[in-house]
């Protein structure tokens, strides 16, 4: 086995290589580049629509500060196209986050296609490698961080959304952990007896331990994920707006692509209903070392099903991209409709830019809403994958063999396979599932789907 020391240098090495990749290579612009956009109205715009009214002058209104000058609400105020490159994206907020979750994020990856090398070249699997383990880990913390600096910007009623939220998603989860084990393939409960069993066996090395019930262990696991819950809210919401804007103004190839995607999320979530999924594919009357070999099929196929659904919903990542940019057209169209933002027929010129401006300052911010919980499920599936045991071979058993050095004698491949696949499948159902509410709630309010 590599020691973590001899590891130490391969970390860094695959450190350098991806920082060295990202300082010529804009992570950002690959995603974002050359979508479209409108720009705010400048002022000198606004005002000639203003000198070409009937009554050539602003009306003065007492609610309108004084620099300010008003519109009437039937100008036409008409949007100029552009199309986003590198110099425009540095300079939105948001950008170094969105840098840093992608560049983190590619270190994963390269790190595990190194640990395949490796073991290709072996002729052995390369469980050994904590490589894998830092960078996901380094991925799926940054990931959390971005979230959640961006979630305490909010205040009053939408942090009060993300709570209601984060609080409805952990009855839900403390329902599913707390059901029995026949109806959701979660692996909690031999995930816990597995650790008991390695404690005990190992009584010299970890003398005091506390032995609570199966329950008990349940609700501890539905309260740690109530916080990332929180998190999660908002990038949920943006997912199904997103969606249904892009499903309306799309068409051909590329709406079936966003069908697709919505087909894949249903069945990554139906994966771990054992009567819907695994009682439908594996038998209980096959023979034992037949049931064993469908079973193991089963497991490598949702390891599929997820890398599937990761992959489609990072090709259709531009067009909710491009979806939201053009929010800026409906937000214009509301603020020159709505009575509520005129006085005396009336709008106000910066009201009209700040409609606008709005979505293309936000522009990065939205884009680590849509990625952070693809990334953070690919950080787990790649931790899933390389310390899990699961192969890319269909046909294959997983690995059975604690590939840790002894004095991790908690972490085995199973408690690896278990916990990630938890996470990937809780991941992705949650963030599913606000989608799909948020989006038929603003149907039924707002008789909109965007």
């Known amino acids: 086995k590599m020691s973590v020391l001899k590891e130490l240098p391969v970390v860094i090495g695959v450190g350098m ?10 992570l950002a612009s690959v995603f974002l580049g050359d979508l479209e956009y409108a720009p705010y109205p400048s002022t000198d715009y606004l005002r000639g629509l203003v000198t070409n009214e009937s009554s050539s002058k602003a009306v003065a209104l007492p609610t309108i500060p004084y620099q ?20 425009k994206l540095m300079t939105m907020p948001f950008y170094e986050d969105l840098e840093e979750i992608l560049f983190f994020s590619l270190g994963c990856l390269v790190a595990a296609v190194v640990c395949e ?55 839900f989860t403390l329902a599913i952990l707390l059901s029995s084990n026949t109806t959701f393939e979660l692996d909690l409960p031999q995930l816990y007896q597995d650790v008991l069993t390695r404690v005990r066996n190992n009584a010299d090395v970890l003398p005091f331990v506390w032995e609570p019930k199966i329950q008990t262990v349940q609700a501890i696991v539905a309260l740690f994920v109530f916080p990332f819950a929180i998190l999660l809210a908002f990038p949920a919401i943006r997912l199904g707006r997103s969606f249904c804007s892009a499903y309306a103004a799309s068409q051909g190839r590329a709406r079936t ?27 209980t009357t096959l023979p034992s070392h037949q049931y064993r070999f469908l079973g193991n099929f089963f497991d490598n196929l949702r390891f599929y099903l997820l890398i ?8 259709n990542f531009r067009p909710y991209m491009q979806a939201f940019l053009r929010l800026s057209q409906e937000r214009l169209s509301r603020v020159m409709s709505d009575k509520q933002y005129h006085e005396k027929g009336r709008v106000s010129a910066a009201l009209v830019q700040k409609a606008v401006g709005n979505i293309y300052v936000f522009t990065c ?17 790649v931790l ?33 396979r278990a916990l990630c696949s938890f996470v990937c499948w809780w991941t992705w159902t949650a963030v599913t599932s606000i989608a799909v509410v948020s989006s038929c709630y603003r149907r039924i309010a707002y008789k909109s789907w965007y």
């Open 257 to 283: 692509l966003l069908c697709v995607d919505v087909a894949l999320s249903a069945a990554v979530g139906l994966a771990w209903v054992r009567p819907l999924a695994r009682d439908l594919l594996v038998s």
């Open 117 to 171: 090398i490796y073991a290709l070249l072996a002729g052995r699997p390369a469980l050994t490698f904590s490589l894998v383990l830092f960078w996901c880990m380094m991925s799926a913390t940054w990931v959390v961080k971005v979230l959640g600096s961006r979630t305490l910007l909010y205040r009053g009623e939408e942090f009060g959304l993300a709570l209601y939220s984060g609080t409805t998603l952990f009855m």
């Open 384 to 416: 899933l994958k390389s310390k899990g045991g699961i192969s890319f071979n269909l046909l294959a058993f997983p690995a059975e063999v604690d590939p840790l050095e002894p004095g991790f004698l908690l972490l085995s491949p199973f408690f690896f």
């Open 308 to 315: 599937t659904a990761i992959i489609i919903r990072l090709v």
């Open 365 to 381: 911010g939205a884009a680590v809403q849509l990625l952070a919980p693809v990334l953070l499920t690919l950080a787990a599936l």
């Open 17 to 26: 290589v991806v920082r060295t990749l990202s300082r010529f290579l804009s």
């Open 68 to 87: 300010d000058f008003t519109l009437s609400k039937h100008a036409k105020v008409k949007l100029h196209k552009d199309k986003l490159d590198r110099g």
